[in-house]
């Protein structure tokens, strides 16, 4: 089953803040945020890993609640180059690791204008 | 510059047609996936194969097939099984599997007339 994001889409001005949800009905092993920008692949933004361990960029933060199976992203003091798709993946939790199943979501359409 | 190379970029399929789209890596990653792509959709994973021959089905794996011969590549064929086939394929690799960033390839957009 693929991960629940919301909102599906947000609107900002520059400077502003968003922050764009993910959930799952499985225990998770990870959380992946990737961004795509339109006709292009998508690319890497975070991983969050069950435990507390996070890999990814300085200027993007993000958390994981293992117990609801939830992460959010957060896009403080957006930039016009933050427009785009973000997608959450998540790998469940299976017999003591990842069941290696990079599941996305739907999708979240942010547009940022000047 | 190490990549993944999908080809064709765009490709156009009668009905009734199998159609093979080719995915190869210089990363010299383990783990190799292929999503579909449609509005609204998100990605949706089709087949990933870990290691070399051998592979496992995603969530919409029908009408799907793979190989995993060789460790750079990982090609997706489209059979007349596949009632809905038009779509935007992209093809990913990681490292090893399991919480490892994807690299992602341009993608190939499967129309059919």
């Known amino acids: 089953q693929q991960p629940v994001q919301s909102p599906q889409a947000v609107i900002l001005r520059e400077g502003e803040d968003a922050v764009i949800n993910c959930s799952s009905s499985k225990a998770l092993y990870s959380v992946h945020w990737y961004r795509q920008k339109h006709g292009e692949a998508p690319i890497f933004l975070m991983i969050l890993l069950k435990g507390g361990e996070q890999k990814g960029h300085d200027k993007i933060s993000a958390s994981f609640n293992e117990k609801k199976q939830q992460s959010s992203l957060y896009l403080t003091a957006s930039q016009l180059s933050y427009s785009g798709t973000y997608f959450c993946?998540?790998?469940?939790?299976?017999?003591?690791?990842?069941?290696?199943?990079?599941?996305f979501g739907k999708g979240t359409l942010l547009t940022v204008n000047p | 510059d190490g990549g993944i190379t999908q080809s064709p970029k765009y490709l156009f399929r009668k009905e009734g047609q199998n159609v093979t789209l080719s995915c190869e890596q210089n990363?010299?990653?383990?783990?190799m996936y292929w999503y579909r792509q449609d509005p609204g959709q998100g990605l949706r994973l089709i087949y990933y194969s870990q290691i070399v021959n051998d592979f496992q089905k995603g969530d919409i794996a029908e009408g799907y097939s793979v190989s995993r011969e060789k460790k750079e590549s990982f090609p997706l064929t489209v059979t007349s099984a596949q009632k809905n086939p038009t779509a935007f394929y992209l093809c990913a690799s990681s490292i090893g599997a399991g919480a490892n960033v994807l690299t992602f390839g341009a993608g190939s957009r499967l129309t059919v007339l």
């Open positions: 993946g998540t790998e469940a939790w299976q017999s003591g690791g990842s069941n290696y199943k990079l599941t």
């Open positions: 990363l010299n990653h383990d783990a």
